[in-house]
């Protein structure tokens, strides 16, 4: 079935650092990919999506890229700040709309000052 | 718009009773989701339902846990008899009806403890 692989945590950067959480996917058909966010006593928010390759979803300074000849959608930020420290979660679902989101384990963010 | 609602947001248990959660979606959401989460991994679906009828139950443990939406709007999960290793956070998700992908849009959770 589908699924979704992202990197061990803890990842553990200082201010101003360059982020990557890497992330692929296994999917039959042709998935939305997504990321979401847990902040520390909150629930899951959707932080970008893309829905078809090449397309690049971006939010808060957050960048992902669909790469279907990698199956990968790898989370990027060019300058960390201490409030992204959180739980990350890359997702997919297939391309009927409705279908229930298959995560990765999560990959938690500690950024210090 | 007011968000996704669950109750309660704590529960601790011992082993062999039984517990039930409660889920409002967003007014309007057609589509209501149960997830759970255990410590360390990510959301796993449990049933996912379309306004009161069940589209996906394959991964819901049917001998302790059921679920409900009647009138298709708030919902019920249940678990009796609780095991030690249903400790986790329960998630309700409801998300728009057709037309393009809508976002699912999460509860806080409600985090279970079974001893």
């Known amino acids: 079935g589908d699924s979704v692989t992202q990197m061990e945590g803890p990842v553990t950067l200082s201010e101003e650092a360059f982020l990557t959480i890497n992330c692929t996917y296994t999917?039959?058909?042709?998935?939305?990919l997504f990321w979401y966010v847990q902040y520390p006593g909150e629930g899951l928010q959707l932080l970008l999506k893309a829905t078809k390759a090449d397309d690049k979803g971006s939010n808060k300074g957050f960048e992902a890229t669909y790469r279907k000849e990698t199956t990968s959608f790898h989370l990027e930020k060019g300058s960390v700040q201490v409030s992204d420290s959180a739980v990350y979660f890359c997702a997919l679902t297939d391309n009927q709309a409705g279908t229930a989101l298959i995560f990765g384990k999560g990959t938690t963010l500690s950024v210090s000052s | 718009e007011a968000g996704v609602a669950q109750s309660p947001r704590y529960k601790i248990i011992e082993k062999r009773q039984s517990v039930a959660f409660w889920c409002n979606p967003i007014?309007?959401?057609?589509?209501l989701y149960w997830y759970q989460q255990i410590l360390g991994q990510g959301p796993k679906l449990l049933i996912q339902?379309?306004?009161?009828?069940?589209?996906?139950d394959s991964q819901l443990p049917k001998d302790r846990f059921s679920a409900e939406r009647l009138k298709g709007v708030d919902s019920t999960l249940k678990i009796q008899p609780a095991k030690l290793e249903d400790s986790a956070v329960y998630l309700c998700?409801?998300?728009?009806?057709?037309?393009?992908?809508?976002?699912?849009?999460f509860g806080p959770g409600t985090r279970l403890t079974v001893l």
């Open positions: 339902f379309q306004n009161n009828g069940v589209v996906d």
């Open positions: 007014s309007g959401h057609a589509t």
């Open positions: 999917a039959t058909g042709y998935p939305s």
């Open positions: 998700a409801s998300r728009l009806t057709g037309g393009s992908y809508n976002e699912q849009f």
